[in-house]
């Protein structure tokens, strides 16, 4: 599975790349904190494979990178070959970029 690090990323976002960024936790873990993604839950995940790009780097989001590898692994097999996760999730994200962030 590809990943990126929270340092890549930020530097995907600093740079204003074409990316898609999707987190897959609950609303409830969305609303705490969030980067700059849209909110698909990982069990909606087979209902919105149309609002998910083919054509660009997509990274999926989670709290550790465990449900977002999960909805990478299920993508990859409906035929998804752009998918980045996140490496160690939001936890990460927090650590090595934003500590203020509401994640635990």
Request: proline fraction near 3%.
């Amino acid at each position: 599975m590809k990943e990126v690090t929270p340092t890549e990323l930020k530097q995907m976002l600093d740079n204003k790349e074409d990316i898609q960024l999707i987190d897959v936790r609950e609303l409830y873990e969305y609303q705490a904190a969030h980067i700059q993604a849209e909110l698909i839950p990982l069990n909606t995940i087979p209902q919105n494979l149309d609002k998910i790009s083919k054509n660009k780097k997509v990274i999926m989001i989670c709290r550790s990178g465990n449900r977002s590898g999960n909805a990478i692994r299920f993508m990859e097999g409906n035929g998804f070959e752009n998918l980045y996760n996140l490496k160690g999730g939001m936890l990460a994200w927090k650590k090595e970029i934003d500590a203020s962030m509401n994640v635990s």
